[in-house]
């Protein structure tokens, strides 16, 4: 039997702690390299593994209606270490999955540096090792050493800017002004709700336009991914904009004013498993830390907030992976080279550890046996995301997608547009164990 080349993963976020997950569980041994706590990014708290920065949502859970719950299912049915996790410190929030995210990066750290296969390496790497297999899951946050190394070798790469959201302390918060429900009572009282009239949402949304905002730094361009943007730009496209938006009040029912609806919302979701912690939902903002509790503090309900955490702007960058990549998220120029999670241009947690999980089974194979194995049909979720890595629009153009039934191939038979979306949900997860049956065999 041939001895197995040494396998190394950079990065142990969400998609470098799936990939090693996927290696370990088949006793192929790893050495995964990670450089918190001794080397901090501009988002993280921790040294844990697979730590949530900027929400503790991994969004929506239902797999029939929905491409993220979708994608969540494929990864249970492929043994995700992620959502292992996260089915163990699920935090309640209506029909989404969110958790407590000490706890869930905290196990997920304590099943990786216990397992045999697995050697956790705690040091910073400014460029990847020459020897064996490497998987660099070093994340938008990739370290400024590593990150001149790649520009290096792939030429000029793509960036964009990320946004975190404040959190308050449960304790500082004023009921008799807000509520819980969620929108339209889906999953109870899961969300807390701040009401806001007319008049309070144009003095807040005049607020979020004139503050003051924590400036670029000079080498920095000014471009934010669509999916999350911050909560003054998206105020300037329109003063209408946010109540269509994460202030949009339909479906929620004041009680403190008989019933009504309110004009504007502003909802926080539970942040930690204890219920101390909400974040505001949606609320990423570049707006100065001064200026934050300002505005955030004339909020009906949020006047006396105690802020643990403010929000901030971080750097992210990304990889043309059209350009670079082949079928298995390999670098064409360097086949030994693989590449997962958001560097690729997949935006999101479980989309980062979607990928990571095909990188870890694409390794998996490859060492064990010199051969790599057919990807996932593109109508499966995974499918549909390793398809927009690799052949999205190629350049300028290339953007981060979050999965979205739009990635998905059409249907054989036609469907009604209500049916749509249960369709490719129940073809997805046939085509799925299918593609994992031959694989099996």
């Known amino acids: 039997m041939s001895t197995l080349p040494t396998i190394h993963i950079v990065g142990a976020g969400l998609a470098g702690s799936e990939a090693a997950w996927q290696l370990a569980r088949r006793q192929i041994p790893v050495r995964l390299y990670e450089m918190r706590p001794e080397q901090t990014t501009p988002a993280h708290h ?14 929506s859970d239902d797999a029939i209606h929905n491409a993220v719950g979708l994608l969540h299912q494929e990864m249970r049915l492929l043994d995700s270490l992620i959502m292992a996790s996260a089915a163990r410190h699920r935090l309640p929030a209506g029909g989404a999955l969110a958790v407590d995210r000490e706890g869930f990066a905290a196990w997920i750290t304590e099943q990786l540096a216990h397992h045999p ?3 956790l390496i705690r040091t910073e790497l400014e460029q990847p090792p020459e020897d064996g297999l490497t998987l660099l899951a070093t994340g938008p946050l990739t370290s400024p050493a590593l990150a001149r190394w790649l520009e290096a070798l792939l ?24 509520w819980k429900q969620s929108r339209y009572d889906k999953g109870g009282d899961d969300y807390i709700n701040c009401p806001l009239d007319q008049g309070q949402y144009e003095t807040f949304v005049e ?56 004009h504007a919302v502003v909802q926080l979701r539970q942040d ?16 100065t830390w001064p200026a934050q509790r300002t505005l955030f503090r004339s909020i009906p309900g949020l006047e006396q907030a105690e802020f643990m ?40 947690y479980v989309e980062s550890a979607a990928s990571g999980l095909l990188a ?18 593109p109508t499966t979720a995974h499918g549909a995301l390793l398809t927009h890595v690799i052949s999205g629009a190629i350049g300028a153009d290339f953007q981060p997608m979050n999965i979205n039934f739009g990635l998905f191939p ?26 994992m049956r031959q694989k099996m065999a």
């Not at 930690?272 to 707006?287: A, C, E, I, P, Y």
Request: aromatic content about 8%.
């Open 117 to 119: 296969c697995v050697t």
């Open 155 to 178: 030429g000029p790469h793509l960036s964009f800017f990320d946004a975190i959201a404040p959190i308050v302390s449960l304790e500082s918060i004023d009921f008799t002004k807000c």
């Open 309 to 348: 955490r403010l929000g901030a702007i971080h750097r992210n960058l990304f990889i043309d992976s059209p350009r670079l990549l082949d079928t298995h998220l390999r670098l064409k120029s360097r086949p030994s080279l693989f590449f997962a999670g958001q560097m690729t241009g997949v935006e999101g």
């Open 46 to 59: 921790s040294g844990h593994c697979a730590e949530l920065v900027c929400s503790n949502s991994l969004r």
């Open 410 to 435: 059409d249907l054989a038979q036609k469907t009604r547009k209500t049916d749509r979306k249960a369709a490719l949900s129940q073809r997805a997860l046939d085509d799925l164990q299918q593609w």
């Open 207 to 262: 607020g979020l336009l004139t503050g003051e905002q924590t400036p670029f730094k000079p080498f920095e361009k000014e471009s934010y991914f669509e999916g999350c943007l911050p909560i003054e730009v998206m105020a300037a496209r329109g003063r209408e904009t946010l109540r269509y938006g994460p202030m949009k009040p339909v479906g929620l029912f004041n009680p403190h004013q008989g019933g009504k609806s309110p």
């Open 360 to 377: 870890g089974l694409f390794l998996a194979e490859w060492a064990g046996s010199g051969q790599l194995p057919s990807p996932p049909p």
């Open 272 to 287: 930690n498993q204890l219920g101390t912690l909400w974040n505001m939902v949606g609320f990423q903002t570049k707006l």
